[in-house]
């Protein structure tokens, strides 16, 4: 059972306009969410994470939203770079922060930004 | 920000053979190491909590006598596959915890012929 869904395997966007990525999981302990963006043959990079006491964090471009009775998140690339274009996957933890616990992850989805 | 080294970062081996990957933390130490495994178009599963001083510890379905796990110092933690098969090929990524995130390493493909 995935705990941590990312329902769109690919997205693409027009360079400028918004990308917009979604998440659901149903594990309610979750109670810290992160964004990883991958490229093909390297690790997971950090984005942008959210605690679960608050519903909306930003930085720059990238801004998550979280809506814990929908147990839903998304994240908001605007304007999307081409430069975006990668896989990104969805996190959770539980725990004081992701420090030192576990993540599970979604399957990613794959952004293509359209110049 | 810190950094997570791994090495190999591919590897080819014949079935039947094992295979060491290291997993450095740079810059930080770190007691508590994670492996991941991800297949193609799949999403990252962790293996396995690797613990500085002790035994690591194992997600469910994951054998831990095939994926031994060492994590020697508070900057280094390897990973050796043994008797590796074919469907043992895959992309392994390793990840360092900090107080605020974790960090990855940039993984290790590996090819098992």
């Known amino acids: 059972d995935q705990q941590v869904k990312q329902n769109s395997p690919s997205l693409s966007v027009q360079e400028g306009r918004i990308s917009i990525l979604n998440c659901d999981y149903t594990n309610s302990m979750f109670d810290y969410f992160l964004w990883y963006k991958k490229y093909p043959a390297e690790g997971p990079t950090f984005l942008i994470s959210i605690s679960s006491i608050k519903d909306k964090n930003e930085d720059g471009r990238f801004t998550v939203f979280l809506n814990k009775s929908a147990k839903h998140l998304s994240l908001h690339i605007v304007p999307s770079q081409p430069g975006d274009s990668a896989v990104y996957f969805c996190?959770?933890?539980?725990?004081?922060?992701?420090?030192?616990?576990?993540?599970?992850f979604g399957k990613g989805t794959k952004l293509s930004v359209i110049p | 920000g810190a950094v997570v080294s791994q090495h190999p970062s591919w590897v080819i081996c014949k079935s039947g053979t094992s295979v060491k990957i290291e997993c450095r933390s740079l810059?930080?130490?770190?007691?508590?190491m994670f492996w991941y495994r991800q297949f193609p178009k799949q999403s990252l599963m962790l293996m396995a909590t690797s613990n500085e001083g002790s035994k690591a510890t194992y997600e469910q379905g994951v054998e831990k006598d095939k994926f031994l796990i060492n994590h020697a110092s508070l900057t280094l933690s390897t990973l050796t596959v043994t008797s590796a098969h074919p469907e043992d090929s895959s992309f392994y990524i390793c990840?360092?915890?900090?107080?605020?995130?974790?960090?990855f390493g940039p993984g290790t493909r590996l090819t098992v012929l």
């Open positions: 990840s360092a915890p900090t107080i605020h995130e974790q960090f």
């Open positions: 810059d930080f130490q770190a007691t508590t």
């Open positions: 996190a959770a933890s539980y725990g004081s922060g992701a420090g030192s616990y576990q993540l599970t």
